[in-house]
């Protein structure tokens, strides 16, 4: 299974723990998770400008996760899909990796509920599907 887990669940996962580290945690033991250079760059800046970490401490975070990544190159396909169109690039990055699930705590993808058969789940949601 290949799972897409947005920004903003790495971020927290990083930043506050819980149920958001959890997921990221099960989801790298488990399955293989799909990412595309532009949610790592949204990792980066929110950590380095929002939550003060330095450039080391925030390039050992996600390089720990790399070996349970996949890079996809998204290419700015899928347009309008998401209210918020900056989020369109996490339904293309899903496409294109061949996911079954995207990660998301985010209102505009979590309204979704689906794309092309793709499920948008909570971090919770996640963990609370059967393995």
Request: charged share 20%.
């Amino acid at each position: 299974m290949i799972v897409v887990i947005d920004a903003g669940v790495w971020i927290s996962a990083f930043q506050f723990g819980g149920t958001p580290r959890a997921a990221l945690q099960v989801a790298a033991a488990e399955t293989q998770i799909a990412w595309c250079e532009q949610i790592i760059h949204e990792i980066r800046k929110a950590l380095l400008e929002k939550m003060n970490w330095s450039v080391a401490a925030v390039e050992s975070s996600i390089s720990s996760y790399e070996p349970a990544c996949l890079l996809v190159s998204v290419s700015d396909s899928v347009k309008n899909i998401c209210r918020d169109p900056k989020d369109d690039m996490v339904l293309e990055c899903a496409l294109l990796a061949s996911a079954s699930l995207i990660v998301s705590g985010d209102k505009d993808l979590l309204t979704l509920h689906e794309f092309r058969g793709i499920r948008i789940v909570t971090p919770r949601e996640y963990l609370d599907l059967p393995r």
